[in-house]
């Protein structure tokens, strides 16, 4: 039930009888040569995926987000921490008012997590609230199903690479990537992010069959709906 291909009644009406919903969320900044929406795209898809069976509605992604270390990179784009914490407090406040209680909030990017105290905040200050913070792609069944492939894999390599986040006609360099220092991405401003990753990659393959990338999927949507579903007690 994604919230983009309904009405206002059909939403009323589902309230009667549950009150959950997913909220993804996902950034616009580089992903090599993939898409720069790669975040959103997949926080939103794997949430569709996971909630459809159940009926559950799945609010679009919120597009935008934490990634001040890309900056370098054009197109992409980064809110200050502080507008980010109340864009997802007032986010939530609008849900809690019209009617829902328990939320899952399914992330898309590493840079988001310092929000999560946002929600630990949220709810206690609304009675009846359940918000539970999913990072889908590190997940421990999803991530296990990576590692299992090809150990390694890293941001905007082949673990990001599904039909839906590739664009047509760009052909992928066929080499695999040596990973990036960590340690000395976390002491440089984004302009020296960028003279040490390159084309953006952190490290691993481009690309891997899409027999792969469907398994990790399937994995994915699975533990997703198990959240959703699970015991809200």
């Known amino acids: 039930m994604k919230i983009s291909e ?44 996971a909630a459809e069976p159940l009926g559950v509605p799945v609010f679009p992604a919120v597009a935008y987000g934490l990634t001040p270390y890309f900056m370098a990179f054009p197109g992409s ?14 986010i939530l406040d609008s849900l809690y008012a019209t009617g829902f209680r328990r939320i899952l ?57 599904f039909a839906w986040t590739r664009l047509p006609g760009r052909k992928m360099p066929a080499e695999q990537k040596p990973y990036v220092d960590f340690d000395r ?12 990753i390159g084309d953006g990659n952190y490290g691993g393959l481009y690309q891997r069959p899409d027999e792969d990338m469907d398994r990790v999927w399937s994995v ?4 997703t709906r198990a959240l959703i579903e699970g015991d809200w007690a």
């Open 6 to 49: 309904s009405n206002w009644f059909e939403v009323e009406e589902y309230l009667k009888t549950d009150d959950r919903c997913v909220l993804p969320l996902g950034s616009t900044e580089q992903h090599a040569w993939l898409s720069l929406s790669v975040d959103s795209i997949l926080s939103e898809k794997v949430a569709a995926d």
């Open 105 to 161: 909030i399914v992330n898309g990017h590493g840079g988001n997590t310092p929000v999560q105290p946002v929600t630990m905040e949220w709810m206690e200050r609304h009675e009846g609230a359940r918000c539970r913070f999913h990072d889908w792609w590190r997940a421990p069944k999803t991530f296990a199903t990576v590692r299992e492939i090809d150990p390694i894999a890293s941001h905007a390599s082949w673990m990001e690479n």
């Open 77 to 90: 784009v980064t809110l200050k921490l502080s507008t980010y914490a109340a864009l997802i407090s007032d």
């Open 220 to 223: 994915a949507v699975e533990e």
């Open 185 to 196: 991405l976390r002491d440089r401003n984004a302009a020296g992010v960028r003279a040490l």
